[in-house]
């Protein structure tokens, strides 16, 4: 009897949405059809017409303005600062390991927290406990929030939880090396941090959770999809980023799959 994969999409879809990112920061899709990309063809094949091409279409293309954090990605251990593990240089998207992105999937879920939560390690354990397992090492750990039924609506970048920076360091001192959440950020919304900041003027409170990767390099996928349909584990996680030379961060197909 023969085995059938099946594969579950974790990514979003890039597109001109304007809920998926802070205005700065969101991106722009220029759409060009098939008689709009003619220019360009006619440049590169003097003396041909349109006509001449089947059903008088030259090519459709697109040219984006995006950054390196648009839709789902992972960011590098070079944008959380330049330097990690005791002071060596930070790596960039480019030089992350391949072996840390084909490997098993732990699901958390943490969706009944209420939005700009703080997440600790004692809840990343009680959690791992509720759900009966132990963590390996290289296990890709996904944190399933609130925020991943509001992508692309008003209200997706202030809600779900955050990892704080215990949290963090829980998994990565137990070798997990690649995590992701389905929030615009793995640490809480900016607006709770924000909150947060004023009211205390502690600065430590800023990007926690991103910054634990000062002591240990790691990376870090956000804007995932479709936590909500995976079980807690069971599956593999694929999560290869984009190569992009000394990059903060790199575009990511994310794809659970089930044997």
């Known amino acids: ?39 360009e063809m006619a440049a590169m094949f003097p003396g041909l017409t349109i006509d001449q091409m089947p059903g008088a279409e030259s090519w459709a293309a697109e040219r984006l303005q995006i950054t390196t954090h648009s839709g789902t990605h992972m960011d590098a251990p070079w ?16 030089e992350l390991p391949l072996d840390w992105c084909l490997r098993p999937g732990v699901k958390l879920d943490f969706r009944a927290m209420e939005d700009g939560h703080v997440v600790t ?3 990343v354990e009680a959690e791992l406990a509720r759900i009966g397992h132990t963590l390996q090492p290289l296990d890709i ?23 704080g920076r215990e949290a963090t360091l829980y998994l990565l001192d137990r070798g997990v090396r690649v995590v992701g959440t389905d929030a615009w950020s793995w640490d809480a919304p900016f607006k709770y941090t924000r909150e947060r900041f004023a009211a205390t003027g502690d600065a430590s409170l800023i990007w926690e959770g991103h910054k634990a990767g000062r002591d240990i390099g790691y990376g870090q996928m956000e804007k995932l999809a479709n936590l ?32």
């Not at 023969?2 to 759409?31: A, G, K, M």
């Not at 944008?79 to 480019?94: E, K, M, P, R």
């Not at 750990?141 to 779900?160: H, K, M």
Request: hydrophobic share 40%; proline share 8%; charged share 15%.
């Open 1 to 39: 009897m023969t085995s059938e994969r099946r594969f579950v999409d974790l990514s979003v879809t890039l597109e001109n949405n304007p809920y998926t990112d802070p205005p700065p920061l969101l991106p722009h899709i220029e759409y060009m059809d098939h008689q709009q990309g003619w220019p």
């Open 79 to 94: 944008h959380y600062a330049s330097t990690t593990d005791g002071g060596t240089s930070a790596w960039g998207i480019d």
């Open 121 to 123: 390690a004692a809840e």
């Open 141 to 163: 750990v996904l944190v399933n929030t609130r925020a991943g039924a509001l992508f692309g609506q008003p209200g997706y970048l202030d809600a779900g939880v955050g990892m």
């Open 228 to 259: 909500d349909t995976l079980p807690a584990f069971g599956f593999t996680v694929s999560c290869f980023p984009y190569k992009i030379k000394k990059a903060s961060a790199g575009f990511v197909r994310a794809v659970a799959i089930f044997e």
